[in-house]
């Protein structure tokens, strides 16, 4: 079973804009990877721009072997041939993100660091990324 998931940037307004990844959402997958990887609010702008994923990898560009998908990101329309305007980024509520059966969201703020929210969890607040896995590190020793 997939842990779904949508990456996001905070605007100016408070509202988030982003995509959705089908795949490994969870805190130690999609948001270790985030985390470690995209920092750079020019490299975000790279991956939003990718529209929807199957899966977020480490690497936004294509390889030169298309049948090697195990560090690149995982594109709907560039790698799966589907059209892009039905998984191109979107402004995204938290509202209609909590009624979604989407399990996380992660949100890259205005002030560079990344946040998620369970969204299946009841009054749940947004979290710093950094944060959780050291917390979640720190409890596995």
């Not at 470690?36 to 991956?47: R, T, V």
């Not at 799966?80 to 980024?89: R, T």
């Amino acid at each position: 079973m997939s842990t779904r998931s949508f990456i996001c940037k905070e605007l100016p307004d408070g509202s988030y804009y982003g995509i959705y990844c089908h795949n490994n959402g969870g805190l130690k997958n999609n948001g270790a990877m985030l985390l470690e990887n995209y920092i750079e609010p020019s490299k975000i702008e790279e991956l939003l721009a990718l529209g929807d994923l199957s899966s977020l990898g480490a690497q936004i560009e294509d390889t030169d072997n298309p049948d090697d998908l195990t560090n690149k990101c995982c594109s709907y329309s560039r790698d799966f041939g589907e059209d892009y305007e039905h998984n191109k980024p979107r402004v995204v509520s938290l509202r209609n993100a909590r009624m979604s059966d989407i399990k996380y969201m992660y949100v890259f703020g205005i002030d560079g660091k990344w946040r998620y929210i369970d969204l299946w969890k009841k009054r749940s607040k947004f979290q710093d990324v950094q944060e959780a896995l050291q917390k979640e590190n720190t409890a596995e020793m």
